[in-house]
Nanobody, 123 residues
Framework: QVQLVESGGGLVQAGGSLRLSCAAS????????MAWFRRAPGKEREFVAV????????YYYDSVRGRFTISRDNAKNTVYLQMSSLKPEDTAVYFC????????????????WGQGTQVTVSS
């Protein structure tokens, strides 16, 4: 079992930056692929970024590639999402998710989810 807690969200102007953190419980963090998803009000959840178990491989949704960076520190049981050059369309609740032995973008494969942290980007 894994419990995830996101933090770092807030209000930022367009062009600004935020760094989200996701703290995970347990001793087996390094066996889980970690991903970030986001959901705007009234819209479906969408994939943002993923990092594999060792932290050697990443993949991003096209609209955030080059602006966002996902990373993890297995010694701290933490995954991060560094967001730069933020745009109003990035406004959403951002969720951290974990999948045992999986690091793809299939939403249904992620069995553990955090409660989310709000990111609001003003124009």
């Amino acid at each position: 079992q894994v419990q995830l807690v996101e933090s770092g969200g807030g209000l930022v102007q367009a062009g600004g930056s935020l760094r989200l953190s996701c703290a995970a419980s347990g001793r087996t963090f390094s066996t889980y692929g970690m991903a970030w998803f986001r959901r705007a009000p009234g819209k479906e959840r969408e994939f943002v970024a993923v990092i594999n178990m060792s932290g050697t491989g990443t993949y991003y949704y096209d609209s955030v590639r080059g602006r966002f960076t996902i990373s993890r520190d297995n010694a701290k049981n933490t995954v991060y999402l560094q967001m730069s050059s933020l745009k109003p369309e990035d406004t959403a609740v951002y969720f951290c998710a974990a999948a045992r032995g999986y690091s793809g973008m299939e939403t249904r494969r992620y069995e553990y989810w955090g409660q989310g942290t709000q990111v609001t980007v003003s124009s």
